[in-house]
């Protein structure tokens, strides 16, 4: 089956203790991406990657790292996380220009 | 940049009646992607239905269609026959024609919460 895992769905963790949200497509898609959805502000673009070694910043990349050494993992760092970054994340992919976007089952973090 | 804007944050209406939701869009492309969203208590972002700024004909999905006015910057989804699993957070989202590989990114709305009544 043709899907986007993102680990783990659930998290809470305290302030300043680095944690990674992995993200794993089976579709051999080129293009991946971060969001993260706010009540009142909808999902915005924190990172994304074009292709594998290929990654640039979103609209809100402040705290946040990614990687992509293999095309089908890209995982979102979070090296110190903050209170402010309690939300909703979901990781999505797609196969290349102007095609359709599959979105992960979104990770809830709280920190505390 | 672009903005995408739905000025209805909470719907309600009766199972089997018909509903429309609101989006405006502002940017400055020509060509351009349109998307509603929905997201039920699942929290699975589901795509409902597609439309493409070139296309005049407004796209249709069974019971979903669209409302698109480009020269309005207008993108609204009607539900009819709205049922119980209709009841969701519906996004609207746009993404710019790109004519090489580029950022794919969705602009999204701060969405609507829709509750169908039984």
């Known amino acids: 089956e043709a899907q986007v895992t993102q680990n783990p769905r659930y998290l809470i963790t305290v302030t300043g203790k680095k944690l990674t949200v992995t993200c794993s497509q089976n579709m051999n898609h080129e293009y991946m991406s971060w969001y993260r959805q706010d009540p009142g502000l909808g999902l915005r673009q924190i990172y994304y990657s074009m292709n594998v070694e290929v990654t640039d910043k979103g609209d809100v990349p402040e705290g946040y790292k990614v990687s992509r050494k293999e095309k089908r993992n890209f995982p979102l760092i979070l090296e110190s996380p903050s209170p402010n970054q309690t939300s909703l994340y979901f990781c999505?992919?797609?196969?290349?220009?102007?095609?359709?976007?599959?979105f992960g089952q979104g990770t809830r973090l709280t920190v505390v | 940049a672009q903005t995408v804007t739905q000025s209805q944050p909470e719907m309600s209406v009766q199972e089997a009646e018909t509903v429309t939701l609101s989006c405006t869009y502002d940017t400055s492309e020509s060509n351009y992607y349109l998307f509603w969203y929905k997201q039920p208590p699942s929290r699975q972002m589901i795509l409902v239905i597609r439309?493409?700024?070139?296309?005049?004909q407004n796209a249709t999905e069974n019971r979903f269609s669209v409302n698109f006015q480009k020269a309005a910057k207008s993108f609204s989804l009607k539900i009819s026959d709205s049922q119980l699993g209709d009841t969701a957070m519906y996004f609207c989202a746009f993404m710019r024609f790109l004519t090489n590989f580029g950022n794919e990114k969705l602009t999204f709305g701060t969405g609507t919460r829709l509750t169908i009544i039984p």
């Open positions: 999505a992919s797609s196969r290349g220009v102007n095609t359709e976007a599959f």
């Open positions: 439309q493409e700024a070139y296309k005049q």
